[in-house]
């Protein structure tokens, strides 16, 4: 989830600034903690950061350096203990801002709609790592159902455990994503790893689909192959496209993250890269050892705002590294993370000086 709140008093503001118009420094800092939401809102909580890919685009491969975590089932629901989902006043306020703002209607099928559409309502259940590695993940799910929160997962087609993935399913996850890079087997072992092959990968997911339609269980079942900027990447996406025609599933071509870690000269079109850095005004994120980093992208926890074994959420989010954290948006700190590796612009950049 991200704050769908602050998205929308941001907005004029946000791109009033994006268009060059230069806004007073203190002026923007107030209207930013006036928008902000005292009551915290989760973006992700990594449940493990292990995995068994050796995927080419994953810092995880060759720079994570932080030991391997799998959470401890009383933190989890301490942590979701303390959220809350959207109200459907509030989420049908979200989608008329959508349609009106962005021109996205509810019925598309792509990466805009998908980060506008699911991911402001879903909390993502991976981080580094592959959440069916984590044989608590159903039972997270059904915490989550209890509760009344959406949940999401991405995971590797590869790791595929058919019980474990229903599991989830009749638990009332809301949506799966599986990654698969190409419909070749030796092509995707070279991006994903050994471990992974698209022929084993597309059988499960076929089975996987069959036992969904056969007890009319509800989880979207989503593909996505990451724009690696490859030679053969549009051909490979449309065979992609052909393998899953008239399934019940939701596909689509997805920006690559952190393009920083292999410069490969991608551009992107989606709206989240585009727009400069809401993460420490919109959401939190947990990771598998209970710390609070900066946003997702922190592969190793370089930037750490709180512990949620210690510290409620509500604390972590108002605290004073929190304070800091925004504050290094707009000065622009130098020597940190969100200013010497991520692609995505921070606020500081759109400021009068």
Not at 174 to 190: F, L
Not at 198 to 221: G, M, P, V
Not at 257 to 274: A, F, G, L, P, V
């Amino acid at each position: 989830m991200f704050d769908i709140d602050f998205y929308m008093k941001v907005y004029d503001l946000k791109y009033r600034m994006m268009g060059g118009e230069k806004l007073n420094r203190e002026y923007v800092l107030e209207k930013f903690e006036n928008f902000r939401n005292l009551e915290p809102v989760v973006y992700n909580i990594e449940t493990t950061n292990s995995c068994n890919m050796r995927c080419e685009m994953c810092p995880r491969t060759t720079m994570m350096t932080r030991p391997i975590d799998t959470m401890e089932k009383k933190l989890f629901e301490k942590v979701v203990d303390q959220l809350h989902p959207w109200t459907e006043e509030k989420w049908q306020l979200w989608e008329r801002f959508v349609i009106e703002k962005y021109g996205i209607k509810s019925d598309e099928m792509h990466e805009n709609h998908y980060f506008l559409y699911v991911i402001p309502k879903v909390i993502v259940l991976h981080g580094y790592g592959d959440p069916l590695l984590d044989r608590n993940i159903p039972e997270y799910v059904r915490m989550m159902t209890d509760r009344g929160l959406m949940s999401y997962f991405s995971c590797n087609p590869a790791n595929i455990n058919i019980k474990r993935t229903i599991q989830t399913f009749e638990n009332g996850l809301d949506y799966i994503k599986y990654s698969i890079e190409s419909v070749d087997d030796i092509r995707h072992k070279e991006v994903r790893g050994e471990m992974s092959n698209f022929t084993e990968s597309y059988r499960r997911i076929l089975k996987i689909l069959d036992i969904k339609a056969q007890r009319n269980l509800k989880t979207t079942i989503v593909i996505t192959m990451l724009n690696l900027n490859k030679p053969w990447q549009q051909e490979e996406y449309e065979q992609l496209k052909e393998a899953f025609k008239g399934l019940d599933v939701y596909i689509y071509l997805k920006s690559q993250d952190q393009q920083w870690y292999e410069d490969n000269k991608q551009t992107t079109q989606s709206i989240h890269w585009i727009e400069f850095c809401q993460f420490p005004w919109s959401s939190m994120t947990i990771k598998s050892n209970g710390e609070s980093c900066e946003c997702v992208e922190d592969f190793n926890n370089e930037i750490i705002l709180g512990d949620a074994h210690t510290e409620s959420l509500y604390d972590i989010w108002n605290g004073e590294k929190y304070r800091k954290l925004r504050m290094d948006h707009f000065n622009l700190t130098p020597g940190i993370k969100c200013t010497e590796q991520c692609d995505m612009q921070l606020i500081g950049s759109f400021l009068a000086s």
